[in-house]
């Protein structure tokens, strides 16, 4: 009998479990040997605020980001070896130039010195919306900026310039329907009746491809679709702030009917096809520790709209980041970016990827602990306001902070609040806390660096945490509470 025969028996046997990791350890990292006891001190110490704790410290699993924490593949490693650190036009540079327009499309990154200047690298996200912003509030109207979900950075960048950014959360990710797929969409009822009212105040409408502020969740084809064609009716460009492009162009593929033949490649060609421009920190689907760019269509709406936006964005990268030809980056990151670019694409690496996510979510809620379903594609949130359910915690006690430090303490996990501390703001006429809509606290799950053991001590102690949840104790600020982005620069303390 032949061996292809047989082993088609046995492969209808396999279990859906069976699903070995699609790459394996090239290099390992031991960790430090610490107690909880040492990890409290620290912690006291730098105020709670886990962004100060020492990532030396952390013997569990560091959740803080899923951002620039991505081990990086060989091929990455060698590739770093091949940087070129010319000034001007250094290899790399020619290299991420074709990955760019094979991914996003040829109209994306123009051949240096042929045609208006129109992708931009820099360091890393935030200093592309720095630039967009800083140059889009120059032109003095009152001028607003609505998206699906504004990131913080992004948010902070857009009002440091005296611009309103407006938040139109899909309904789907309030309604508590567990199932509803794409709950990264935009509120198109709401955007339609503020295109409507107010649509010559917008520069241009962006969208968060997967919806970071949104609970990770992934945006549909048809919202981009709808978007697109609703801003463009009013002459209004579409960016979209592309950090996690692949993962939610997997979402499509898997979840949104009609794409399941389509290639990655194909998906992310069409959701591209509807963009004018975009912003993207490379440290997320570019698998990369650094980086990010920005990239405007050209012959699409943005440039036309704002003609001296390439020049005014050139010298700004000019003055504050490098040459053109690298921008923020070095020529050996151009080059682990430009692998990277490559492997992100991979189906495998992405099935992978997001399944890996989606069991630690699973995990969690099959234990009872309160997440946000479906879970997302590089974080499982967990709704503290469900975890604290039957305790004394009220709102302004922030135990997202509290949960976040003890775990940490106790555990060695390292998590970040997303919820009433860092999105809520202090009002200091009235002496109160505005608290947001959501209250999280977010795990994200860094790229190619945990294993099934990792995630499942993950859920472990945090299913022991909230068997004694009651034992929480609020918080208070000791420093910050008025601060803008205060969640990165607070300090707290246990109530007594
Ligand atoms: C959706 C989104 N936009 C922008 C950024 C900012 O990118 P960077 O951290 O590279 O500045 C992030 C970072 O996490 C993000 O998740």
């Known amino acids: 009998m032949k061996l292809t025969d047989i082993i088609k028996d046995v492969l209808v046997k396999q279990d859906a479990v069976m699903h070995p990791r699609p790459y394996y350890n090239h290099s390992v990292s031991f960790k430090n040997t610490v107690s909880s006891e040492e990890r409290a001190e620290m912690l006291e110490r730098v105020g709670l605020n886990v962004f100060f704790f020492p990532s ?29 650190e010319a000034y001007g036009s250094n290899r790399g540079y020619y290299l991420l130039k074709d990955r760019v327009r094979e991914i996003f499309g040829e109209g994306f990154f123009n051949d240096p010195g042929e045609g208006m200047p129109n992708a931009f690298l820099f360091h890393q996200g935030r200093a592309c ?208 970016l430009y692998i990277g670019l490559h492997t992100v694409m991979r189906e495998d690496y992405l099935t992978y990827r997001i399944r890996q ?54 555990y060695g996990h390292r998590a970040c609040e997303l919820g009433y501390f860092t999105f809520g703001q202090y009002d200091q006429e009235k002496k109160e806390e505005i608290f947001p809509r959501v209250n999280f606290v977010r795990f994200a799950v860094p790229r190619l660096r945990y294993e099934k053991q990792d995630l499942d001590a993950v859920v472990a102690s945090l299913v022991s945490l909230h068997e004694s949840r009651g034992k929480i104790p609020p918080v208070e600020v000791t420093y910050g509470r008025e601060l803008a982005l205060r969640h990165f620069k607070a300090r707290f303390r246990f109530k007594k």
């Open 56 to 84: 030396a410290m952390i013997t569990g699993c560091d959740l803080l980001s899923d951002s620039g924490v991505t081990s990086m593949t060989d091929e990455q490693w060698a590739a770093l070896h091949k940087g070129d």
């Open 129 to 336: 919306e720095n630039a967009l912003f800083t140059h889009l509030g120059k032109t003095g109207k009152a001028l607003l900026i609505p998206s699906n979900g504004h990131f913080d950075t992004t948010q902070a960048n857009i009002m440091a310039n005296r611009i309103t950014p407006v938040n139109l959360f899909s309904p789907a990710l309030t309604s508590g329907r567990p199932d509803e797929m794409f709950k990264g969409d935009i509120d198109i009822t709401e955007l339609k009746k503020l295109l409507g009212s107010s649509h010559e105040h917008m520069p241009l409408v962006y969208l968060t491809i997967t919806n970071n502020t949104g609970g990770g969740q992934p945006v549909s084809m048809k919202n981009i679709e709808e978007v697109a064609q609703l801003v463009h009716h009013y002459g209004i460009p579409l960016f979209f702030d592309a950090c996690r492009f692949a993962e939610n162009a997997w979402f499509i593929k898997h979840h949104e009917p009609g794409y399941d033949k389509k290639s990655i490649k194909a998906i992310v060609t069409k959701i591209f096809s509807f963009a004018d421009g975009f912003t993207i920190s490379f440290k997320k689907d570019g698998l990369v520790n650094m980086g990010g760019g920005m990239f405007f269509k050209n012959d699409g709406l943005f440039v036309k709209k704002f003609p001296r936006m390439p020049e005014n964005i050139l010298d700004h990268q000019i003055l504050t980041e490098g040459h053109p030809t690298y921008g923020g980056m070095s020529g050996r990151d151009i080059m682990a």
């Open 357 to 410: 996510v989606r069991d630690f979510g699973d995990a969690m809620h099959a234990q009872g602990l309160p997440v946000l379903t479906p879970i997302g594609g590089h974080a499982v949130y967990l709704d503290v306001n469900k975890f604290f359910d039957g305790t004394a915690m009220k709102p302004d006690g922030f135990g997202g902070i509290g949960l976040c430090a003890v775990l940490l303490a106790a």
